[in-house]
């Protein structure tokens, strides 16, 4: 007989519950800095994307369309009175 057959029943147990026990903390903790690395790459995105829309107001505010829906409207007929003026 191999030597787990003269182990006690209760040892055992008691080992695989400890090894259980272990594995679970160790799942626990790689979870939770997961969970902490994706919260803190969201939080940086959200910081990116507020920088962005702040700096996309500000071209709009030195464009001069500030509170256009677009800013691709008010620039054609700026390009057609450039080009209206070029060819006068």
Known sequence: MDGHDSEDPKQSTADMTAFVQNLLQQMQTRFQTMSDSIISK?????????????????????????????????????????????SA
């Open 42 to 86: 969201i939080d940086d995105m959200g910081s990116r994307i507020n920088e962005l829309e702040q700096s996309i107001n500000d071209l709009r505010a030195e464009m001069g369309v500030e509170g256009s829906p677009s800013p691709v409207a008010p620039a054609k007929p700026n390009e057609e009175e450039s080009n209206k003026e070029g």
